[in-house]
Nanobody
Framework: VQLQASGGGLVQAGGSLTLSCVASGRDFSTYAIGWFRQVPGKERQFVAS????????YYADSVKGRFTISRDYAGSTMYLQMNSLKPEDTAVYYCAASRYSSVTTNSSGHRFWGQGTLVTVSS
């Protein structure tokens, strides 16, 4: 089972990035999937989650209105569209597959994790 995240990079404040996460080795179409981020020395932070059928999404207050999570019909690829980026969004972003079909906001509720992709927002 593998989750492969990509799309990170360096962007100026106010810019946009789209992260992708491809899942393989297992059928994730019936599980919620999400994004977390982590800054060195701090705890991993919930960013966004999407339910198994894409019908329900949930966002951290800090990204609401700026980030959009989505997934493809097969459920094997998910995206995080990040707009109006701020320097405080700088972090390593991780995609993760939940143990459950509904949106999941806590780390412990996720069973499989990607390797992370670094997003750096310059001021």
């Amino acid at each position: 089972v593998q989750l492969q995240a990509s799309g990170g990079g360096l962007v100026q404040a106010g810019g946009s990035l789209t992260l992708s996460c491809v899942a393989s080795g297992r059928d994730f179409s019936t599980y919620a999937i999400g994004w977390f981020r982590q800054v060195p020395g701090k705890e991993r932070q919930f960013v966004a989650s999407i339910g198994w059928n894409g019908g329900t999404t949930y966002y951290a207050d800090s990204v609401k209105g700026r980030f959009t999570i989505s997934r493809d019909y097969a459920g094997s690829t998910m995206y995080l569209q990040m707009n109006s980026l701020k320097p405080e969004d700088t972090a390593v972003y991780y995609c993760a597959a939940s143990r459950y079909s509904s949106v999941t906001t806590n780390s412990s509720g996720h069973r499989f994790w990607g390797q992370g992709t670094l997003v750096t927002v310059s001021s």
